[in-house]
């Protein structure tokens, strides 16, 4: 027989964000996967680091920093292989993934390659949003009001579009286009409504309204804005 995969979310980055159950998982696991930067560290793998036993196997995807899919989507393949080595030979294999697998998470790709063939399963994680929100000190969205999700890359006329026709707004991987998204906020006039927040959960942890943001922001960065509401700060 076959192992089986798990796709456990860890949370945010403190690591008492993390569920009894992705905790259960880890500490008995047979085999442990994670994404990691080319040539740097798995944050994925930090999260849960205490909890992973000693003679555990480890399966490190390194993923190439470029823009270009092909490089990435070729790391996936390589860490689908060596994946499947150990689901073939009957070892359950758990792979770490911040946040939540299914929510703009690492976990999905390896999900597309992999679980057609070998028993699945997905353990959710509490979001960077929601994290975010707990940092501010403010609801994402209430009664009837419909949270808008928008990925930072997105191009800068459609954000314009999306975020003036949203209620309440929650602008994720800020990075390196914070001044494109700061630009946007203060030509809707909603830069006040806005508040930043950056490594949410982690001992670094910044919260600040949008107009006292930093220049450059890490990619483990967060825009929130709700229209109509008192200022987030």
Same mark, same amino acid.
């Given at each position: 027989?076959? $192992?089986? &995969?798990?796709?456990?979310?860890?949370?945010?980055?403190?690591?008492?964000?993390?569920?009894?159950?992705? *905790?259960?998982?880890?500490?008995?696991?047979?085999?442990?996967?994670?994404?990691?930067?080319?040539?740097?560290?798995?944050?994925?793998?930090?999260?849960?680091?205490?909890?992973?036993?000693?003679?555990?196997?480890?399966?490190?995807?390194?993923? #190439?920093?470029?823009?270009?899919?092909?490089?990435?989507?070729?790391?996936?393949?390589?860490?689908?292989?060596?994946?499947?080595? *150990?689901?073939?030979? $009957?070892?359950?294999?758990?792979? &770490?993934?911040?946040?939540?697998?299914?929510?703009?998470?690492?976990?999905?790709?390896?999900?597309?390659?992999?679980?057609?063939?070998? #028993?699945?399963?997905?353990?959710?994680?509490?979001?960077?949003?929601?994290?975010?929100?707990?940092?501010?000190?403010?609801?994402?969205?209430?009664?009837?009001?419909?949270?808008?999700?928008?990925?930072?890359?997105?191009?800068?006329?459609?954000?314009?579009?999306?975020?003036?026709?949203?209620?309440?707004?929650?602008?994720?991987?800020?990075?390196?286009?914070?001044?494109?998204?700061?630009?946007?906020?203060?030509?809707?006039? *909603?830069?006040?409504?806005? $508040?930043?927040?950056?490594?949410?959960?982690? #001992? %670094?942890?910044?919260?600040?309204?949008?107009?006292?943001?930093?220049?450059?922001?890490?990619?483990?960065? %967060?825009?929130?804005?709700?229209?109509? *509401?008192? #200022?987030?700060?």
């Amino acid at each position: 027989m076959s $192992g089986k &995969l798990y796709g456990v979310g860890l949370g945010p980055g403190d690591p008492e964000l993390m569920t009894l159950k992705a *905790h259960r998982l880890i500490a008995g696991a047979q085999v442990i996967a994670y994404p990691s930067l080319e040539g740097g560290e798995s944050f994925a793998r930090s999260i849960a680091a205490e909890f992973i036993p000693q003679d555990c196997a480890e399966v490190a995807i390194s993923i #190439p920093m470029s823009v270009a899919r092909k490089p990435a989507q070729d790391a996936y393949d390589t860490g689908a292989a060596d994946i499947a080595a *150990h689901l073939d030979a $009957g070892r359950n294999v758990v792979v &770490l993934c911040e946040g939540d697998p299914f929510f703009y998470g690492s976990f999905m790709y390896l999900f597309s390659r992999l679980a057609d063939r070998y #028993p699945t399963e997905v353990v959710p994680g509490v979001t960077s949003v929601t994290a975010c929100a707990a940092a501010l000190g403010r609801p994402l969205a209430a009664r009837n009001e419909v949270l808008t999700i928008i990925p930072g890359p997105m191009a800068e006329d459609e954000m314009r579009d999306r975020i003036g026709a949203a209620e309440a707004v929650a602008i994720i991987k800020v990075g390196r286009h914070l001044a494109k998204i700061r630009r946007v906020l203060q030509s809707l006039g *909603h830069e006040a409504d806005a $508040g930043y927040i950056e490594r949410a959960s982690l #001992p %670094m942890q910044k919260v600040l309204p949008l107009a006292e943001a930093p220049d450059e922001a890490p990619y483990f960065s %967060m825009i929130l804005m709700m229209k109509g *509401h008192d #200022p987030w700060l």
